[in-house]
């Protein structure tokens, strides 16, 4: 008798002791207030490299909103959108956060963000950005992020591969025709050294071929893939060419063994496409800051370059809409821009000259200057769906195991399956 | 208060004792399995929305090519990698069994890559596999044989996970296989060499039946682990990579449709097709093992 009622009231402790750490960790604290009562606010981020601006910012911030506390959350980029939506689903969000053009739509058709509309203040005008992209981060008439920053493509080029064939650097006079003239000068075989690269990557090459030769990959109201027009494939033929007809840049099987970025950082190739956001990592690289430069990108029919940027954007869940609306309009402030203008291009217009100025040992005003005929990513709801197939589908065309218009045929279905459940 | 009998106490005692391991499995390994196996049967919508759709994954399923191939893919890595990896587990196990010189230093050696991270071996691998400066393809065009693209290949690359694969488990299974042997009493040998057996009877009248419980274990959860085969593939081949459709198993085929595409209804119908077959597998195995699996007692 006496012994059994032991047994219960272990457990029964056991059970209390239980509880209570869950209450201890969950419960007991509210984690959206600081101890001396200000307003906590979480604020998650992926690139380690843009910590210091971020918290030079959020600094700033707090010290002219002393009622408010921000806390950086670094989420490594490939964990980043698996815990965000965990989070959504589980409501414990970071109250603002980083968003990604790719998964924009599906986050704000789903209503998990925050609306801004008319909510930023009076000093917050749309005007002071890109109109691409205030437009890009508006889903439905109402918006739902503040633009961060851009990044647009261009053409990096070797001077020392140049000079050693003397050959003119490439400069803005430059088309398709002139691309593959020269690829085919600078590229030696024997010497594993090639013209150009040309990997089968969306935004920092065929994207751009495709809009400068007058293709399209959606159609404007995103409801048919632009893969079936014949300026989309042809720009895919020129792009494939390079690798199989020209031999002027390594296979896509090439590429599996040896990136595109290890090709040119090595020396081993004279020209490449890159994005504006591999400067921070190129700067630091002796080689490239001595032996690089970068271009405008070649012209086809006309001049193009694909565009697009991250927004910064709040929960919808935040238990402080307000204090999260108060940090985003000065996340898009000019302050806030000048102070994350060392590491990326910031999206408020006029304040580029520090990023400019932070990496003058390139000619880096090709990258701002190529919004004058950048064209917006192309964006849908199912993006993260399509553009993985589109990479399995064109490697193929990459390869030769299909031809370049059956290739394109089969991802215009495959897209056009995906858009049609957009609608439904 | 309560009153209990002794035996009743005892079983309290008892679950109190295997509560956490069962609360564990409940909330870490059934829970997600009655989830997984609901969410087979919805369309989702993204953030936790779903509806239900019925059969309609299990049809797309059927029709997807990608998963016939992937299935395929699976099972030629099942059944390469178990075959050849438990037969050279225990042709390593046996030969160090043996008292040999430096025994304790080769077991390490063939333990190592188990405690090995997954990511860094497949990156020394993927530079040992590289096609142009690749240590395999160096001694290939040292012989005079042209390189080959090893894991860009659709002929060689599944291959050329297998032998990583392989690789990676000989250590464990060699120590479960050395166990065994070393449970096997030494007087049956020596009878067996008094009745004029040589090396070669002995190994196939008392090693291979005494060792075959542990043969059978070894051999089911090879099996089992070799149908989850999931961080090679991942970690070296990429998505741009042509022989994707020809390596990718059905547990990475689960993984880029949940989480890099989104659609965990579809990935989830893809892990019950795996569940069944596994169960299918193993269940086959445990009717033919009093064929072959000799049991002490």
């Given at each position: 008798?006496?012994?059994?009622?032991?047994?219960?009231?272990?457990?029964?402790?056991?059970?209390?002791?239980?509880?209570?750490?869950?209450?201890?960790?969950?419960?007991?604290?509210?984690?959206?207030?600081?101890?001396?009562?200000?307003?906590?606010?979480?604020?998650?981020?992926?690139?380690?490299?843009?910590?210091?601006?971020?918290?030079?910012?959020?600094?700033?911030?707090?010290?002219?909103?002393?009622?408010?506390?921000?806390?950086?959350?670094?989420?490594?980029?490939n964990?980043?959108?698996?815990?965000?939506?965990?989070?959504?689903?589980?409501?414990?969000?970071?109250?603002?956060?980083?968003?990604?053009?790719?998964?924009?739509?599906?986050?704000?058709?789903?209503?998990?963000?925050?609306?801004?509309?008319?909510?930023?203040?009076?000093?917050?005008?749309?005007?002071?950005?890109?109109?691409?992209?205030?437009?890009?981060?508006?889903?439905?008439?109402?918006?739902?992020?503040?633009?961060?920053?851009?990044?647009?493509?261009?053409?990096?080029?070797?001077?020392?591969?140049?000079?050693?064939?003397?050959?003119?650097?490439?400069?803005?006079?430059?088309?398709?025709?002139?691309?593959?003239?020269?690829?085919?000068?600078?590229?030696?075989?024997?010497?594993?050294?090639?013209?150009?690269?040309?990997?089968?990557?969306?935004?920092?090459?065929?994207?751009?071929?495709?809009?400068?030769?007058?293709?399209?990959?959606?159609?404007?109201?995103?409801?048919?893939?632009?893969?079936?027009?014949?300026?989309?494939?042809?720009?895919?033929?020129?792009?494939?060419?390079?690798?199989?007809?020209?031999?002027?840049?390594?296979?896509?099987?090439?590429?599996?063994?040896?990136?595109?970025?290890?090709?040119?950082?090595?020396?081993?190739?004279?020209?490449?496409?890159?994005?504006?956001?591999?400067?921070?990592?190129?700067?630091?690289?002796?080689?490239?800051?001595?032996?690089?430069?970068?271009?405008?990108?070649?012209?086809?029919?006309?001049?193009?370059?694909?565009?697009?940027?991250?927004?910064?954007?709040?929960?919808?869940?935040?238990?402080?809409?307000?204090?999260?609306?108060?940090?985003?309009?000065?996340?898009?402030?000019?302050?806030?821009?000048?102070?994350?203008?060392?590491?990326?291009?910031?999206?408020?217009?006029?304040?580029?000259?520090?990023?400019?100025?932070?990496?003058?040992?390139?000619?880096?005003?090709?990258?701002?200057?190529?919004?004058?005929?950048?064209?917006?990513?192309?964006?849908?709801?199912?993006?993260?769906?399509?553009?993985?197939?589109?990479?399995?589908?064109?490697?193929?065309?990459?390869?030769?195991?299909?031809?370049?218009?059956?290739?394109?045929?089969?991802?215009?279905?495959?897209?056009?399956?995906?858009?049609?459940?957009?609608?439904? | 208060?309560?009153?209990?009998?002794?035996?009743?106490?005892?079983?309290?005692?008892?679950?109190?004792?295997?509560?956490?391991?069962?609360?564990?499995?409940?909330?870490?390994?059934?829970?997600?399995?009655?989830?997984?196996?609901?969410?087979?049967?919805?369309?989702?919508?993204?953030?936790?929305?779903?509806?239900?759709?019925?059969?309609?994954?299990?049809?797309?399923?059927?029709?997807?090519?990608?998963?016939?191939?992937?299935?395929?893919?699976?099972?030629?890595y099942?059944?390469?990698s178990v075959?050849i990896g438990v037969?050279l587990s225990?042709?390593v196990a046996?030969?160090l069994?043996?008292?040999?010189?430096g025994r304790g230093i080769y077991r390490t050696i063939y333990f190592l890559p188990v405690v090995s991270a997954p990511a860094a071996v497949a990156m020394v691998w993927r530079w040992l596999y590289n096609?142009?400066?690749g240590l395999f393809?160096?001694?290939?065009?040292?012989?005079?044989?042209?390189?080959?693209?090893w894991l860009?290949?659709?002929?060689?690359?599944?291959f050329a996970i297998i032998i990583v694969g392989i690789w990676s488990m000989v250590g464990y299974n060699m120590v479960l296989l050395l166990?065994?042997?070393?449970?096997?009493?030494?007087?049956?040998?020596?009878?067996?060499?008094?009745?004029?057996?040589?090396?070669?009877?002995?190994?196939?009248?008392?090693?291979?039946?005494?060792?075959?419980?542990?043969?059978?274990?070894v051999?089911?959860t090879s099996?089992?682990g070799g149908?989850q085969v999931f961080d090679f593939i991942f970690m070296m081949i990429?998505?741009?990579?042509?022989?994707?459709?020809?390596?990718?198993s059905?547990v990475y085929?689960?993984?880029?449709?949940?989480?890099?595409?989104?659609?965990?209804?579809?990935?989830?119908?893809?892990?019950?097709?795996?569940?069944?077959?596994?169960?299918?597998?193993?269940?086959?195995?445990?009717?033919?093992?009093?064929?072959?699996?000799?049991?002490?007692?």
């Open positions: 008798m006496k012994r059994a009622g032991r047994i219960w009231r272990w457990l029964l402790l056991a059970l209390l002791v239980m509880t209570g750490i869950i209450c201890l960790g969950g419960c007991g604290q509210d984690r959206s207030m600081t101890e001396d009562g200000r307003v906590r606010l979480s604020y998650a981020i992926w690139d380690k490299n843009q910590q210091p601006a971020m918290q030079a910012i959020v600094d700033e911030f707090e010290a002219e909103n002393p009622d408010i506390k921000v806390d950086i959350q670094i989420i490594p980029w964990q980043y959108w698996t815990k965000l939506e965990a989070g959504a689903m589980s409501k414990t969000m970071p109250d603002v956060f980083w968003m990604h053009p790719q998964s924009f739509v599906r986050y704000a058709s789903n209503d998990i963000l925050l609306d801004l509309t008319g909510q930023l203040g009076d000093d917050y005008d749309a005007a002071n950005y890109p109109q691409g992209l205030s437009d890009f981060y508006t889903y439905d008439g109402h918006q739902y992020a503040v633009p961060k920053d851009y990044d647009t493509v261009a053409l990096w080029y070797n001077k020392k591969l140049f000079d050693a064939k003397g050959i003119p650097y490439p400069d803005e006079t430059w088309d398709w025709a002139k691309l593959v003239e020269v690829a085919q000068q600078l590229t030696d075989a024997d010497n594993g050294i090639y013209g150009f690269l040309a990997p089968p990557d969306q935004q920092a090459l065929y994207y751009d071929f495709v809009y400068q030769n007058g293709g399209e990959i959606l159609n404007a109201d995103k409801t048919r893939s632009g893969y079936r027009e014949p300026a989309t494939q042809e720009a895919i033929q020129f792009a494939v060419d390079l690798s199989q007809k020209y031999h002027v840049s390594p296979t896509v099987q090439q590429f599996a063994d040896m990136s595109r970025e290890q090709y040119f950082q090595s020396g081993r190739a004279a020209m490449a496409f890159f994005g504006s956001w591999m400067l921070a990592d190129f700067k630091k690289n002796d080689y490239l800051r001595e032996n690089c430069d970068i271009a405008p990108l070649p012209r086809g029919r006309k001049r193009a370059t694909i565009y697009s940027g991250l927004g910064n954007a709040a929960s919808a869940q935040t238990k402080h809409p307000a204090e999260a609306r108060r940090f985003l309009a000065f996340l898009g402030s000019r302050k806030a821009m000048e102070l994350q203008a060392q590491a990326v291009i910031p999206a408020y217009k006029g304040t580029e000259q520090e990023w400019l100025a932070a990496n003058d040992m390139f000619h880096a005003s090709v990258y701002t200057d190529g919004l004058d005929y950048a064209v917006i990513f192309p964006n849908s709801a199912t993006r993260e769906k399509w553009m993985l197939v589109e990479t399995e589908i064109l490697s193929k065309a990459w390869s030769g195991a299909m031809t370049v218009p059956q290739a394109c045929e089969k991802l215009a279905d495959r897209i056009d399956d995906y858009l049609a459940t957009e609608r439904e | 208060m309560l009153k209990l009998t002794r035996r009743r106490q005892d079983y309290a005692w008892g679950y109190l004792m295997v509560a956490p391991t069962v609360i564990g499995v409940l909330i870490l390994n059934i829970y997600p399995l009655l989830k997984s196996c609901y969410l087979s049967f919805t369309q989702s919508t993204g953030f936790g929305h779903a509806h239900f759709i019925g059969l309609a994954n299990y049809v797309r399923m059927m029709h997807d090519p990608d998963v016939w191939q992937a299935l395929v893919n699976t099972l030629i099942t059944a390469v075959v037969f225990l042709v046996v030969l069994n043996q008292h040999i010189r096609a142009d400066a393809n160096s001694l290939l065009q040292s012989v005079g044989l042209p390189a080959v693209h860009t290949d659709p002929h060689t690359a599944l166990a065994g042997l070393q449970e096997i009493p030494r007087s049956y040998y020596e009878a067996a060499e008094i009745d004029g057996a040589g090396p070669v009877r002995q190994f196939f009248s008392i090693t291979l039946p005494m060792i075959s419980p542990t043969l059978f274990f051999v089911v099996i089992i149908l990429e998505p741009m990579n042509t022989a994707m459709e020809y390596t990718q059905l085929l689960f993984y880029k449709q949940s989480f890099m595409m989104g659609d965990r209804s579809y990935g989830a119908a893809i892990v019950m097709l795996l569940l069944v077959i596994t169960l299918v597998i193993t269940a086959v195995q445990m009717k033919l093992q009093k064929k072959w699996v000799h049991y002490n007692d």
